[in-house]
């Protein structure tokens, strides 16, 4: 969207600038009007950002009432219904082009900002989904825009290239400034890719990968694995599985789906494989009342994971990896102690398994550590972790004994975008200058405080309380009513997520603060008051 924006704003002043390109050389001219245009572009948008408009919230408490003037507007706005009449005839004439049907409204990006997510009929909304966890430090964040206006990061958003084959001369460096300085423990080689899916897909590639490659003791590939693997045939295709839990979820690729677990309608009509699928905890809440009946339900998954991977030992599809969320995201977020993990690692250990931990949507700082899995206190935490949404670019992670022996193995045209690494960059230097993960983990004890004081007024409509930093949900008593609260949300000015069957998530941006906590707790205070 942000690209189609820039790109109708450079068309409609290039006509007005011709001249000035007249009286300058071929080479010379192309440079500057290129950076000029952007600057224009650039300026205008941040001189749009840059207005702030009062909304008039009955009912706000004063610690609701702050503002960061510079950045955030002070409330929502609500003109008329989410979708309104301008979302809904676009909608119509998507839905000609293409199945449709998920759209919630069509948005203006141009006058979003910070939490706030404005739609087409000028709706603006306290947005604590974020598209889905992926905006980290909000929307058209003054350095992010800076970063765009100089001039030399210009041929890395024009030029994208074949990282694989022919990267950019500050490559390198790039990385080194952007992920390698975040680089969980023991973890030293990266791989960048685009979206989720796919770094879970080749994650477990690496992990067959380096299974395979165990077992033959690292000798040479023979004749027959050459030629089977072509006809999708072992020993060149081997029998491997990869573990999975029941509510997880890792991508809509072919092998990420056989290792989802969420919804139905994910995996429905497509052919999967044969993999094992072990019991996630159901812990009951609150925690501290049960203590020994949440231990039973980890004791009983953990046992039943170690059963899984003696059975397709035997059944000759040896499990050379799991794969685990340090919590469910879409699968209804779904919590287990820092000691499930811990004892789960263990039996990787035990098992000479791969250890594959998705921080796809818990990386990035949402639970007051960059990493969640940093809250296990490991050493020696995964062998592998993709990542994406927050972090700007897809990937992963890996021990340097899982590099592949050889090129084009982890492979595909792009390998990720040199321009999302300049933007990690920069957005670390904001988590880190602003001290975001000590806010994230302020702002969401204010916000879990919130959730359970809610739960408490109003039981029949809330249950189990969670989360962990801002990354938090409840449960509602069934589908229905949790779609009617999201939408009664909506048009109050909030904008919310679904996961699992019946909870609402919280996916806030990392620049979310007690005061945005408090005026979320607010307007969803009076939905509940007047719920019928």
């Known amino acids: 969207e942000e690209e189609e924006g820039a790109g109708r704003c450079l068309t409609a002043v290039v006509g007005r600038d011709r001249r000035i390109r007249a009286g300058l050389s071929q080479s010379r001219a192309k440079n500057k009007m290129a950076l000029m245009l952007l ?56 839905n000609g082009i293409q199945n449709a049907e998920a759209v919630h409204f069509f948005c203006n990006y141009e006058e979003s900002r910070g939490n706030y997510l404005v739609d087409v009929d000028g709706n603006r909304m306290l947005d604590l989904y974020s598209q889905i966890s992926s905006i980290p430090i909000g929307y058209s964040h003054p350095s992010l825009i800076k970063l765009l206006q100089q001039p030399q990061n210009l041929s890395t958003f024009i030029n994208r290239p074949a990282l694989g084959i022919l990267p950019p001369e500050n490559f390198v460096e790039r990385l080194k ?22 770094s879970n ?44 839990f029941m509510g997880g979820f890792h991508g809509r690729t072919m092998g990420c789906l056989a290792a989802t677990h969420s919804k139905a309608i994910h995996k429905l ?96 700082g949402c639970t007051g550590k960059f990493w969640a899995h940093e809250h296990w206190g490991l050493e020696d935490p ?95 008593p069934n589908d229905a009513i949790r779609n009617k609260l999201i939408l009664l949300a909506r048009n109050k000015g909030v904008v919310l997520g679904g996961s699992g069957s019946r909870s609402i998530r919280f996916r806030p941006t990392l620049v979310f603060r007690d005061h945005h906590a408090h005026l979320f707790l607010n307007i969803f205070s009076d939905i509940l008051a007047d719920y019928k």
């Open 39 to 94: 600057s224009r572009h650039l300026g205008c948008l941040l001189q749009q950002n840059s207005r702030i408009f009062v909304a008039g919230h009955r009912g706000i408490s004063q610690a609701a009432a702050k503002i960061d003037v510079e950045f955030d507007y002070d409330g929502p706005l609500m003109k008329t219904e989410v979708p309104g009449p301008k979302s809904r005839e676009l909608m119509k004439q998507l």
């Open 201 to 244: 897909e080749n994650a477990f590639k690496t992990i067959f990968m380096w299974y395979r490659n165990k077992e033959r003791g690292h000798n040479s590939v023979t004749k027959e694995e050459l030629e089977t693997c072509m006809i999708n045939q072992p020993p060149g295709c081997p029998e491997y599985s990869m573990l999975s």
């Open 177 to 198: 400034e952007s992920l390698l300085t975040v680089a969980p423990k023991g973890l030293s080689q990266v791989v960048t890719m685009s979206c989720g899916s796919c």
């Open 382 to 476: 995964a062998d592998v972790l993709t990542f994406s949404k927050k972090m700007m670019t897809g990937g992963f992670f890996h021990k340097e004994e899982f590099r592949p022996n050889a090129p084009y193995r982890i492979f595909n045209t792009w390998l990720g975008d040199p321009s999302k690494n300049l933007m990690l960059a920069e957005v670390i230097n904001v988590i880190k200058r602003e001290d975001l993960l000590s806010n994230a983990s302020h702002a969401g004890k204010v916000l879990l405080a919130g959730l359970l004081d809610l739960q408490s007024r109003y039981p029949h409509l809330i249950s189990r309380a969670r989360g962990r930093g801002t990354f938090c949900s409840f449960d509602t």
């Open 269 to 364: 009509d497509i052919p999967s494989f044969d993999w094992p699928i072990a019991p996630f905890p159901r812990l009951k809440y609150p925690l501290e009342e049960f203590v020994k009946e949440n231990e039973q339900e980890e004791a009983r998954c953990l046992e039943e994971v170690e059963d899984l991977i003696v059975k397709y030992r035997k059944k000759k599809k040896v499990v050379a990896g799991i794969i685990v969320e340090p919590i469910q995201s879409e699968g209804g977020d779904n919590h287990a102690s820092d000691d499930f993990f811990r004892k789960l690692r263990d039996i990787t250990r035990k098992h000479g398994c791969g250890f594959l931990v998705d921080e796809v949507q818990t990386g990035g």
